[in-house]
């Protein structure tokens, strides 16, 4: 992977308000940011710029995070791509079945803040 890309991340989400508050934080950060709001974009955005990171929400339009996360790890172009799921669903099962398709990390919305997210993806990019 080229070095510039390590300091690409890439959030998908589809909450406006939350996706300019975090791509703006990890642009202070240095990073740059590419977004997708729905799973279809998501996984041709992902091919296409092939980020360091990804930041995946579960709950969105049309393909689910589960399945985005599915299609990004049967891709070789994304498949070795660390993906943290960032969701508000955190029942044990959504973590097993997200770890079971391949997410590096899965963090629950309520239980971390911004500043936990950008730590997080600076020591997975590290």
Do not use: C, H, W
Not at 1 to 16: G, L, S, T, Y
Not at 55 to 83: I, M, Q, Y
Not at 84 to 102: C, P, T, W
């Amino acid at each position: 992977m080229a070095d510039e890309n390590k300091k690409k991340v890439m959030i998908v989400e589809d909450d406006e308000f939350l996706r300019s508050l975090t791509a703006k934080r990890l642009e202070k950060e240095g990073y740059a940011v590419v977004v997708a709001v729905d799973g279809e974009s998501a996984v041709g955005i992902a091919e296409a710029e092939t980020p360091g990171i990804i930041l995946l929400d579960l709950l969105l339009p049309g393909l689910s995070g589960f399945e985005v996360l599915g299609k990004l790890k049967e891709n070789a172009t994304t498949k070795d791509t660390p993906v943290i799921v960032f969701s508000n669903l955190g029942q044990r099962e959504d973590v097993e079945k997200a770890k079971g398709l391949g997410a590096s990390e899965f963090l629950i919305k309520a239980n971390y803040t911004l500043d936990d997210v950008i730590s997080k993806v600076n020591s997975m990019l590290a």
